[in-house]
């Protein structure tokens, strides 16, 4: 975890702060950590949460050797005009990346649930005059994302520390415009092994009223990419069923 400055980027106090984790597993803190087993009127996610972050994820240069964020990006038909929310941004390897991309007729959410991390990335985000990009705090399971008004929500490598996903997402949905994709990035491991089964995903999306859109095999983002769209009406939190672990 300025610009054509969108009311709900606007530059509030807590806006020019900095993301989430992005590539997530940045050698480290998790993401997401793990909350205490009351999620309210939302059913608890009956699967482990990652709380150890891999380093993998944090070395930008070997990540662009791999041309990692290039095929995300494209893979996702992020385009120049679009805002996207980067949540999970950590250090900011795909904020900066994003930026480009959308270009100066574009914006950029930065969020992270750490306020070291938000500071940390506000700073470099204004040491390279990124104009298009807000930085601001989240919560472990809400989002803090205004209504329509993402074209794309992207979470890289964060998915499997979400404690309580199912009021992540809950929350995550109104947020998205019309056509407006979440963008998943993670690997097809066990979430306790920072990964998120794809069987497991779709689950945990069709239960808070997403379909999904699209899934692409992604070695060189470290396993898989797969987007979703909200569908249908949003089911009240206490209808809402988790998906059980075999």
Not at 135 to 162: C, Q, T, W
Request: glycine fraction near 8%.
């Amino acid at each position: 975890m300025r610009r054509r400055r969108l009311t709900m980027l606007g530059l509030a106090a807590g806006v020019i702060a900095p993301a989430l984790l992005i590539a997530a597993c940045d050698g480290s803190k998790p993401l997401i950590r793990h909350e205490p087993d009351t999620p309210g009127p939302f059913p608890a996610a009956d699967r482990p949460v990652a709380n150890i972050v891999s380093s993998r994820w944090s070395n930008e240069e070997a990540r662009d050797r791999l041309n990692e964020a290039s095929e995300v990006m494209g893979k996702a038909d992020i385009r120049r005009g679009m805002t996207v929310a980067d949540i999970g941004a950590g250090e900011g390897y795909y904020t900066i990346r994003l930026a480009s991309r959308v270009g100066k007729t574009g914006r950029v959410l930065a969020e992270d649930i750490v306020a070291s991390v938000r500071d940390a990335l506000a700073e470099r985000v204004a040491r390279e005059d990124l104009e298009n990009v807000s930085v601001r705090l989240g919560a472990p399971a809400d989002p803090k994302l205004p209504e329509n008004s993402f074209d794309r929500v992207l979470m890289v490598h964060m998915y499997h520390e979400i404690a309580q996903p199912y009021e992540f997402l809950w929350r995550l949905r109104p947020s998205l415009k019309r056509d407006g994709l979440v963008v998943v990035v993670d690997a097809n491991r066990p979430t306790q092994n920072h990964g998120t089964p794809p069987a497991l995903l779709r689950c945990e999306f069709q239960a808070v009223g997403y379909r999904e859109v699209s899934f692409t095999d992604m070695p060189s983002a470290g396993g898989y990419l797969a987007t979703f769209q909200p569908a249908g009406t949003r089911p009240q939190p206490e209808d809402i069923r988790a998906c059980r672990m075999r």
